[in-house]
Every structure is written in C-alpha cells, then in structure tokens.
C-alpha cells in the first residue's frame, strides 16, 4: 500500500504553503482496460455519460462506428476502432479513450489555479470546475490530448474516475458496467498483477509482443492499458508511444517560473539600488543653470 | 511654476490618449497575466472581478492595449528610426546610467534606449498579440494544435515577462528622469528639461517654428 | 530514479518557492475540492431485469422519493444489479442507457385517436378511447365472426382482427393477451419472436 | 438455449455463426471471454461480416450469407471422413442406427413426397420402418444401408471442401481451419458450445440451419453435456416467455397446438392426433403427457364452465383455417380482409420485412389499436414525413387509437431469458402521466368489450364470457394473481399412486408431474408449473450460489422446466452413468435416484438402463434424421436465399431455392434478380441499438446517431463513395439513403465463379426518436420466409447501391 500521497496536492501552490495533508493514507488504484477483450460495445460512455448526468449532441454518421467522434466536454470517453490488416489477418482494435490519470499529471503541472486540478492521495486526478477559469492550459499540458473545454461555461472537463463512486467504495461507472470485464478497477497492484496474467495467457495465443502501457513518461498512469501490441501502441488509434509532459510545458512551468521572479527581483533591487546610489535626474541641466 | 513661454509640447493630445489607453490595457493584462502565470499569485485574478472573469478580459485588455499601440506606432514611428549617433550613445550607457547622458550625447527625439524599447515592444506585441489569439478560449484555442498551442502559451507568457520588464525600465526611466512624466500628463515639457535631454529634438523643433513664423 | 509524487512537486514548484510574492504570503486556493456528493445516499433501490435482449441482466433502479407519501417516486439512476449471475453487475450500452428509454421525449401520456383522414391526434380520455375501440371490436365481431365453417365444425373464430404482441411484455401481460385473443375468436395472432 | 449463458464458461471451443454476441447479446459475451481467458477456450466466428464477436476471435471465418448449411455439412463430411466422431454417443444417444423406409429418397434437390403445386411435401416416407409391434427397427452396428448414419454419410458425401468454397467462397484452407477447431471437441472429455442468432434464423432455410448445427453437436456429443448445446441467444428480452405462451396463430401456452378446423374436429380427435406415440419400447416420450397438460390448460381458460361433457370448453376455442402468422396476416391485411389490428407494443413499420407494405396494409385497416410505451412509426404510419415517410394523411381512413402503456420500470412481473430463466422484477414509478399498465390496457379492452355483449348481446358470447378472468379487480388483474394462475393449481384433493393427498384442494401445484386430465388440475402454461408454489414466487429467489463451480446457480430465479439448468443433462454421463468428463459432473446416481447440481432430465431409470436421455422424444434419442418433422426435408440440404446473387444452385440446378419456403402472391411478385440488383444485403442489429426502441432514448442515440450501411472498399470504388458519403441503396421492394461505412470487415468473395459483394445494413432507425431521422432498413427486405417458423429473409436478399 503507498501512503506517500497528499489528499489534495494542489498544482497552483508551492512547497511554502503546501497544500492539505489530509486523508494521505489512502490505497493507490487503478483502471486496467484490457483491449484485448474490449468489444467496443461504448456501455462505458453511455455508463459514464449516465452516471455523470451530461449529453453530448446527437451527432451525424461519419462512416466510422466512433461516436461520439471525439472525446468533449460532454464526452469524457469514447471508443476509437481502427482496422489493421496485416499479413492478410484482420483485427478491429478498438480502445477506450479518455483520461489515463498519470501520477505526473501534465494538466495539473499546467493549470495556474490553486485546487482546480486535484490530484487524490488515491492517484485519481480531478478537475473542479468550480474553481477552473476555462484557461485551458491543462490542454497543453495534457500529452494525451485529454481534457475538453465546454464553450457554454468555459470550464474545462474530463474523466474524475468517478471520484464520487470510489470514496463511497463503488468501482467507477465504466468499470462496473463493462460487459467483459475488459475494464477492471482496484489497487494498482492487483491491476498489475491481472495485467500479468493477461499478458501471459495472450503470449500463450500468439500476441508476443503483449503487454501493459503504464508509461513511465508521465510516471505511470491510473489507467492502463492490456495491449496485443504494446510494441506499437500507436495502432490504437494514436495511443502515444512515450508520452511526456512537453518540455515547452515543463520549462514554462518549471524552470521558467523562478528565472522569471529572479528576473523581477533583481530589476526591482536594481532600480532601487540605482536611484539610491544615482539619485534622480534634474529636471534642468544644473551646470548651463550656473552658466546663466 | 514654469509658465507657458518656458514650455514646448512633447507629445500632442491624440500621443497621450493613446498612452494612457495602452497604459490601461496593460495595467489590467499584467495584473491578471501575472495571476495566470504565478499560481501562488492567483489572487491577484479578483483585482479583474473572479477569475473566470480576469479569464475573459484578460485578452479584451490585451486589445485594448494593442489599440493604443497601434495609434503610438503610427505617431511615434518617425521619431524612433535609428539615427547614425545612435551607437556612441550605446557606448556611453555606463554613463548615461551615471545620470550623464547630456554631457555625452546630444539626443533627438527620442534617445535610441527609448527607440529600442519602442520597437521591442511593438514586436513583443505583435508576438504576444499572435500567440494570444492562438490561446484565446474558448474561440480560437481549439482550431490549433495542441503543440501549436504549448509554444504560443510559452512565447506568450515569456514575451509577457520580458515586456514587463522594459514597461517597468520605462516607468523607472520617466521616474528618475524628473520632469518627464508631465510630457505624457500634460502633453508638455519645460524648454530647459528638452534642452538637456533631447537638445536636438527642441533645436529641430525651433528650426520648424522658425520656418512656420 | 524513481521519482514520486511528492517530491516531483517539489521539484516542479520549488522555484516557485522563490517567488517574490508568494513569499508575501498570497496563500494558495483553500482546499475547496471535493469529490460530487454520491447521489445513490438515500435514494430507493429496486430490481428489476433488463426490457431489451434475453440476456435478462439485473438492474438496480434508483429513484428519487424515498417512497413517502408525498414523494412521487421518479427513477433517475440504473446500474446492474452485482448478484446476478449472468451479468454480474454489467449493463451493455443499451441497459447502462435504460434511464432515457424512461424518460424518453417520446413517452406516450395519454390516450389519442387519429381520426381517419386527418392529419392530427386528438387527445381523449380512457373511457372514450376503451368504449371506441370496444365498438370497433363488437361491430367487426359480430359481423364477421365464423361460428361454424362449411363442413359444419364449430370453428369459434374472428378472421378480421389481428393481435400483435411484443416480446418484451412481461409473461403476465402474455397470458392475459393469449386468453383475450383466443376470447376474442383470435386466429390472426402473433408476437414479434422471429423478428 | 439448451444451457444457459454462464454455462459458455465451460466451453472448449464457442463457435459464433448465426450470431453476433458481442453485439447483440454483449453481456451474455462475457462468458465467452471467460472461456478464453479461464478456460483456455478458442472462440471462432464464421459470418459474412467481421463483427465485433470477430474481433475477438482466435479463427475468423467468413462465408456468404445465406450458405451455412453448405458448411455445416461440409463440416459433417470432414467429421465422418476423418471419423471426429463420438461414437459411444453417437451409437446410444442418436437415432444413427434406425432404419429409414424405403420410399425415402433424395434426388435432385428434393426429397421423396414433393407436391409441386403445393409447395410442399407429403412427409410420409421420412420415416422409420416399424416391426409389427409399431416399434423402430434399429441397426446397433450401422452397417444396414438404410440406417440414418448411412443416408447422411450418402446426403453429405457431396458436401466437399471444393463445393464449400464454390459456394460459400470460403477459402478451403480457412474452411480446414474450421473443421479441424471444431473435431478436437470430438473427444468426450470436449465440449463446442454453438451460440446463434437471428442470423440463423432469418432465411429460408433458417431452422435447418440450426438443424445442421444439432447434427454436428450429436456427432461430437455435445449436448446434454456443460459447456456444449445449442445456444439460441435469442432476441428481445422475453421472446421466450412469449414463446412458451404460445402468443402465435396456431400455439397454446406450454407448446400446444391450438386446435384446426381440418384435423381437430373435437378434444378426443385432437388429443390422438397431437399426442406422440411411443416408438421405441422403454422409453420415456414424455410429450404422452399431452391430454393432462391440455385438460388443465383448458380448465385454466374456462374454469368451472369447462366440464368432461363440454369437452372442457374445447369448441370455444378458435379454430384455424390457415397459418395466420404475421407475414400472412400482412399480406391478408394489404389485400383488405382485415378491419382491425392491435398492435401491442409492435413496431410494424420498423421492424416487419418491406415497409412499404405493411404502410398500404396498415391503410387498407379500419382501425389501428396502438398499444405502446412510446411515440413510434407504426401509431404514425399515416404521418407524413418527407422522404422518411412520404404518404398522403388525407387519403388513409384508418381510424388510429393509441394507448399508453407501462415500460418495464413501470410494472412487475416475470420474463424469461434465452437460459429459460423465469426472472421477477418490480416496479420502481408510476407510468407517466395518464397512461396504464399493460395488465390495465389488456383487461380496459377484454372489459369494454364484455360490457358490450352483457348491455347489448351479439353473436358468440359464450367464447367470450367463459373465459375465466377471476381477478380481484378484473379492469387491473395484478400480476401475482396471473402468474399463479400460470403454475396451476388443484381444483380437488389430489392423491398419488398410493391413495395418499399431496395437493389440497385450491393449492398450488409445485410441477408439471401433477398435472391430470380429468379436469381436477388447472394451469395456465404447464412449463411454467413450479414457478409459483405454495413455498411462493420461485422466480423471485436470489440465491446465486454455484456450489458445481459450473456456474449452475439454482437458486437464482426458476428456470423452467422443473428448474432445470441444462437441458439433456442425463447425457452429460455414458449409458452406465459416468460423466463423459469427470470436470463437468452434474449429476450422480445415489442408489435410490439422480441427484446432483442440476435437476435431472431423466426418469428414475438407474444406471445401465435401456432408457435414453431425450425423454421428449418419441424414440428417446437425438435426432440425426428429423422423421417429419421439418417442413424442407429431414436432412438439411443447401438452398440458395430466394434472392440469390448467383441465381442458380450448384448442387442442383433445378432446385435453387427452398421449395416448401413460405412464398405468398404479394412477395414473389417483389423479387429482385442479380442483373438489376447485383449485392448481397444482411441487415442486422448494432451492439449501441436494441431494435427500434433504443433511438427513443438519448444516451443510445448519441452513440449511434445515424443510418448507416456497410460495404468493402471494393464496392465503394466501384460505385465511387467514400466513408461517410450518402449512398441510395434499392431493392425490388424500395429504397433507402444511408451514410456509407467503408470498411475493410466486409470482403468481397468468389463464388460460383463470380465476384459477389455484401452490403450491411443495421437496422436502428426510423421516422422517430432522438436519432437523426432516417430510412427503415426495412423498406428493402423481403416478407418471403422460413418454411417451418416463418421467419423473413433478412439476411440475405438482393440490392443495387449507388451514390446519392
């Protein structure tokens, strides 16, 4: 059991006033989605869409079973299928889309409001609306293209793992609802080790390159992934293959932040130290003054 | 006091309005873009009303800015083209600094510390106004990239920065240099503060009365 | 190296630390998050199966209304029903979905009647559409009933109605259907099985 | 089904043909990926299209719709050829070793007894031949030439892999594939589950489809046993409730006829002739037990009226003149002999084959009863909606009523899923504002029309009013009182062999075995019997222990019969009482009788027995050979769909199609042929979609917004659309505009030496709902139908596309 969490870790705060340290000892969790054997039946959007009391539109037939087309404010998963035919073998990958809860969240390194993105002692990663300001920088933080902004409240959302259900003990919505028990939810050990045993039993059918996505770029996620080809997650309709935080996103919130007040620091102190030490420019030349 | 006959105008009305309309916009866009870009100075987003608010008119006051910058760059660009003493007044800039800036060069206009400025901070804005529109939620954000969009929030919060700190080299400027400000409150500056600082500006400046006369 | 979470925030807040005016003590937001309150708290729980496939998954209905007298009970939550032995607590999209089916725009609420050649519905009350349909029925039965055929067998039969009966009734409403239709003289009977 | 869906888990192999159960039936899947995962299983698809069942198959295999009989006997051919047979089961359980007649004969398409103008056959010489005591001659070594196992070794002979790839253009190499997955279950100790669908049933030829199928699962011996059987998955939720009520036009609650007007004159003609003698000595022909079942059935209608001397009210009875099935009463109801219909809950427009007609049938009605939840396009067939519905409201005189009903939330009552499981559920709200419940609905009629007849009289009321209807509120009979009604009760003592009283006068009876022919016992549908007994509502238990690790969970609701699980159990076991795999027993011999997980399909019969375990069987055994009782043939035989893309049949060019198929005048004359309609259509279910009610609810409606069509990139470059164009697709019957999806699941395929395309069209919308209004797929199919159930051709008929 890791207990080295914070309840709420605040993004927007700083190491002098951390955020508080309640509820830490809390059990890390996970999402396993097994795509192995997801039949993209979307019960877990229409669960979560249920459960979470939203709507997206009705949309339009593109040609493609993926509807919603893409993840939204009103659409915090969807599926993705993508056709690959190789050495004349069909396979429908299909993969449930939607936020992968990094321990390293990229949106919550990016969001400049204190509390707006939460991250649970329990790994889960949550955006609050109430505070959120529709910024939207948590979008460029995110390396999976995750979180949506709603144009009518500007508030930006996604999947909170149903945050709700999980500190009243229910598995999240998605989760309970899945037909084939391709989402599982529990400790992120046990997940681990069911991912294991998955991983073993598709080598054993021919998958060799099987195997778990928990990518380490974004030091692991709360959601993870069974694929058949954990060698070229980009089948996945675009899963990327070693997401990290962009460095553009890690600098301007990182390194940037301090240079920045360092900067201001010393611009003060030194116009401060250069009017003490100068003193003020007159008005008038003082020497042409004497001439006169 | 110094009467009427002692004074020359340095920056006619439409210049000040102009001014003080940029000095608006960024008063508001710097308050509420240091909000957004230091977390720990979120509060200083309620200055703009909520966040969510400070949210929506951080970018109406960066237009509001631009607008006053386009006025300025119009009237000032003239006065601001770089002029071939310019460079021996970057030589002596220990001893401009010093306060001696009258005793090495004899400035124009505009001394080309300010020229400089003038220019980087229309480019800056024209990058932050590019970069800004690029961010701009929820209208634009969503039709770029999101790589697109993680370099225009980088450029734009670093060219903020760096605008931050010539405006706050520009006030300080007019700060210690006494007699300035009043060229951008009342439009005038006494005709012995233009002789010592821009003697070349109020010489021209004669030239041109002389002829009008 | 492994990094964790704690000290990942130091390290990306750390410069933060320097800030100037954080150091003047502009405190960050209060702890105002807080997971959505669970909304099953109070609400009234019921079984029932699932209307659509022959699955016959268990649901768990959640109404609002605690089943005091002046609560009117409306359902406003369906999740599958853990103990069942074939779902064990799954719903494919179309059960997780039940709850629109519910309150579908399209819910008939009263009895109408479409008069022939018209381009409307008018709304009537039960005893009008019942005493209608019931003329309708008693008209056509006792003009066409067949109570003898030609070789004189007593065939008891109405060859000008038919009944169509869905599948997705419960086996109650079923049998109620099989004695109406077969009191009635029914022979054009039949359910939606093959379809 | 024969078993039950979490008994998939047990499977070694689950063939998917016929079905689509990641789609259709998403959660049942969930024990086919169980089987996977813990059982080691291999799960195979064989369907036209690449189906989300197929993307999780190990074997994917396709064929062209419309020709699973060729490979399913293909499949036979490999197990004889190659002997993956299970011949202890096989030789005792099957009908293998009985002698057929003489006169039975196959040439040319057709079997012996064929009346050409009939359209069907004299089914008198498919038969076996009796020794003088009307007991079956059998041949125990199979050598006689006429034994079943030498017909069919003769009838599949010329099913060969080369045939099986000219025909269903499946490859022979895939098709080895198939056959060799499918024989390792051959062996006693491996089961093959079949799970099937609408996509078996809806053709022609659909119920040798699953007659075929049944051969091979005798042959492998896998019925009776856990992990094996015939699956029907299904469709709507309580199709089998509905079934086994009989709420079809020649069918009585329980699988009893409803008296003809031709054969059953009177109760004794009809009982001699409905009721299935013994054919082999010893055995058990349970079916013998019509008369008590039929009695009780009839006491259960008309009560106190129904008497000895009245013949329990027989005659009150409707008597059938013809099959009435919906398809006839269509095309009756378009020919203007019908005035009335009420449509309870049926969607006609959506869901019955060419819309078209049933709009000019619906119009030709004097009045239209609509009993429904929900605003739908059968209430509305008058509405004009543009392209989706472009009639004329002023020219159509039906008068239209339409009367809200309850939805499942709204009631309580009992359904019964594919497993045959009786399961309650309860009512969670009021039906919204002024509509009823179904029970209300159904008695609001039976009551006004009784108030009729008492007020004015008119012609035969006693049918009518005899009719029990002993309810505490006849205008709202609550569920309880009709179920009770169901399971049956004791009109006087009833005493047991010995003299001694086991059911009290008005009890409850606790099963089928108690029921009498001599009027003392009553029940409403006598499979049900047991599902409400003086303990109470046996279908409300929720008990869901597994105590055989099986997945047999008998506590949980009541499945009928008797609560049995797996149907055929006794031959999970050999003749002395072993199970054929020591991993799946279920049942056991205690000295005294069978006991075990499961309630025995047996008798007392110990071990050894000359008795055999298909006890509803004349003759006691698994029918290889289906004596008479199929309408096209004893063996099943490939027809081609009655729109076929080929037009001709390779294995017998003179008898392309089914000729006992269900052909009526309307039809036929709405028949397309490969030149002007050169595609295969299969229309079909989507896992977001249940039929047409789901596009009333927004959340389904969200993910599937849209008509859409399915076609290879071969056929979208030939007719020159890409993903997400509109397409026109037409039939001989109408047309539709849909978005194109094109895919790479689709293939085209060789067959006969031509290149045949499929087209897909999911069936979902409509006129109404929350869905981007649409074209009724239906517009296209065809109401031509299975000769035995009369089941449309969806899923395969003929179409053109091009772009719109």
Known sequence: MQVDKHHYVSSATNALTPAPQKYVYQQEVAKLIDTTICIGCKACQVACSEWNDYRPDVGHNVGVYDNPADLGPNAWTVMRYNEVEENGKLQWLIRKDGCMHCEKPGCQIACPVPGAIVQHANGIVDIVQDLCTGCGYCIAGCPFDVPKQNPIDKRVYKCNLCVDRVFAGQAPSCAKTCPTSAIMFGSKADMITRAEKRIAELKSRGFANAGLYDPEGVGGTHVMYVLHHADRPELYSDLPKNPTISPMVRFWKGAFKPLAAVGFIAMFAAAALHYIGVGPVAEDDEEEKKHD | ?213 | MQINRRQFFKVCSGGMAGTTLAALGFAPGTALAQARQYKLLRAREIRNTCPYCSVGCGLLMYSLGDGAANAKNTIFHIEGDPDHPVSRGALCPKGAGLVDFIHSKDRLQYPEVREPGTNKWKRISWNEALSRIARHIKDDRDANFVEQNAEGVTVNRLPTLSLMACTSITNEVGFLTQKLTRALGLVHVDCIARV | MTNHWVDIKNANLVVVMGGNPAEAHPVGFRWAIDAKINNGAKLMVIDPRFTRSAAQADEYVQLRAGTDITFLLGVIHYLITNDKIQHEYVRNYTNASFLVRDDFAFNDGLFSGYNADRRAYDRTSWAYQFDEQGFAKRDPSLTHPRCVWNLLREHVSRYTPDVVENICGTSQERFKVACELIAETSAPDKTMTSLYALGWTEHTVGAQNIRAMAIIQLLLGNMGMPGGGINALRGHTNVQGITDLGIMATALPGYLALPSERAHPDLRTFLSVVTPKLQVQGQVNYWGNYPKFFTSLLKSFYGDKATPENDFGFNWLPKWDRLNDFMYTMSAMEDGKLNGCICQGVNVLAMFPDSNKSIRALSKLKYLVVIDPLDNETSAFWENHGEFNDVNPASIQTEVFRLPSSCFAEEEGSRVNSGRWLQWHWKGADVPGDGRNDTQNIAGIMMAVRRLYEQEGGKAVEPLLNMSWNYANPEQPSPVEVTREMNGRALADLADANGNIVVRKGQQLSGFGQLRDDGTTACGCWIYSGSWTEAGNQMARRDNADPSGLGNTPGWAWAWPLNRRVLYNRASMDPQGNPWDPKRKLLWWNGAVWTGYDVPDFTAAPPGSAVTPFIMQQDGVGGLFAQGKMAEGPFPEHYEPVESPIGTNPLHPNVVVNPAARLMENDTKNLGTPDEFPYVATTYRLTEHFHALTKASKLNAITQPEAFAEISETLAKKVGVKSGDTIQISSKRGVIKVKAAVTKRIKKLRVNGQDVETVGIPIHWGFKGETVKGHMANRLTTAIGDANTQTPEFKAFLVNVKKA
């Open chain 2, 1 to 213: 006091m110094t009467n009427q006959k002692d004074v020359v105008v340095r920056h006619p009305y439409p210049v000040r309005v102009a001014h003080w309309v940029t000095v608006l916009g960024f008063f508001f866009v710097t308050v509420s873009g240091l909000g957004f870009f230091f977390p720990s100075l979120h509060g200083l987003l309620g200055f703009l009303g909520t966040p969510q608010l400070a949210q929506f008119l951080h970018p109406v006051f960066g237009l509001v800015m631009v607008a006053g910058l386009i006025v300025l760059l119009f009237r000032n660009a003239p006065h601001c083209l770089p002029e071939k003493d310019d460079s021996k007044w970057f030589k002596h800039i220990p001893d401009i600094l010093k306060g001696n800036e009258h005793h090495v060069v004899e400035v124009g206009h505009y001394n080309p510390g300010q020229k400089m400025l003038f220019w980087k901070i229309m480019g800056l804005t024209a990058i932050m106004l590019v970069s800004g529109l690029i961010a701009w939620r929820p209208y634009f954000a969503h039709l770029f990239p999101v790589p697109l969009l993680r370099l225009a929030l980088l450029v734009h919060s670093m060219c903020g920065i760096l605008m931050m700190f010539m405006i706050f080299v520009h006030i300080y400027m007019g700060f210690w240099y006494k007699g300035t400000l009043r060229g951008m409150t009342q439009g005038t500056v006494s005709r012995s503060w233009a002789k010592k600082h821009h003697p070349r500006w109020l010489r021209a400046l004669a030239t041109k009365g002389n002829k009008n006369t």
